[in-house]
């Protein structure tokens, strides 16, 4: 019978007391003389709920990397950490009246044993907390150089926005009926004050460095779309009846504005209400709330039949 619980705490043990997958740091002996490589995994958020069946899928997959090229020869990096800053960890220190400190050390110890007990090859000398205030500073010295070259600003913006986690959410963690994927609550799309990087002046040497990559061309593919550069052109719109109040426009295809049989604003455009009269404000009203309850994928699938209604405004073409 193979006395798995067994062999496998041998080896563990074996390879913490023998640091068998150690990367060599500049002036140590093998750091020169090996090739490198650098293996790195997506750290996880160590909630309560401990590691659940896609931290493995993902991890394994660099781990038999990692071995591989270890096995090669090289000089391996494949460090592990815990991304364990954020609402979620102040929201539960709140609602169980716990400190956040206390609570998270709790987590990453469960997180750090159930991988170890996975047997993946990291060199847990180099394990990364971004809670530590040695990590955390220096984020907050490259947040600090963004701003004070105008790349980092406030701006109000529209987002999805989870009431019972008090947060905002990616697109990829809305699920498809439009509820939060970590609590299953109903997701708002609500405008706030929130800070904005600047990365779109980044976009050409970002799409540059994508063609770099030795990725698979349907995940550059995906990286180039979230880049989202496009080139083409602006120009302004007058409202018929008071020409101070314009809406910018912008298009790939200019040549094609001579025949514009009408303009569209988004739901959430920010002079929208300046556009609605007072004979269309009810209408506009109802159809701009239940617009927030849609997910931007819904609203923007080429396969949905588009909506709208008439503002009681005109523009200038």
Known sequence: MYKHKEIEKKWQDFWDKNKTFKTYS????????????????????????????????????????????????????????WDAFGLPAENYAIKTGTHPKITTEKNI??????????????????????????????????????????????????????????????????????????????VEKKKLRQWVLAITKYADRLLSDVDKLDWPESIKEMQRNWIGKSEGCEFEMKKSDNENLKISVYTTRIDTVFGMT??????DHKDVEKFITEEQKEICKKYIENSKKKSDQDRTADNKEKTGVFTGSYVVN
Not at 44 to 49: C, D, H, K
Not at 262 to 267: E, N, T
């Open 26 to 81: 500049p002036g140590e002996e093998g750091f020169e003389k090996k090739e490198k490589y650098y293996v790195l995994d997506m750290f996880p958020y160590p909630s309560g709920a401990g590691l659940h069946v896609g931290h493995p899928k993902g991890y394994t997959a660099n781990d038999i990397l990692a071995r591989y090229k270890k096995t090669k020869g090289f000089n391996v990096l494949h460090p592990m950490g």
């Open 109 to 186: 110890s469960i997180f750090k044993k159930q991988i170890k007990s996975l047997g993946f090859s990291y060199d847990w000398d180099r394990e990364i907390d971004t809670t530590d205030p040695d990590y955390y500073k220096w984020t907050q010295w490259i947040f600090l150089k963004l701003f004070e070259h105008g790349l980092a600003y406030e701006q109000d913006l529209p987002i999805n926005y989870c009431p019972s986690c008090k947060t905002g959410l990616a697109n990829e963690e809305v699920l498809n009926d439009f509820t939060c994927e970590r609590c299953g609550t109903k």
């Open 262 to 267: 009408y303009a569209v604003l988004a739901p």
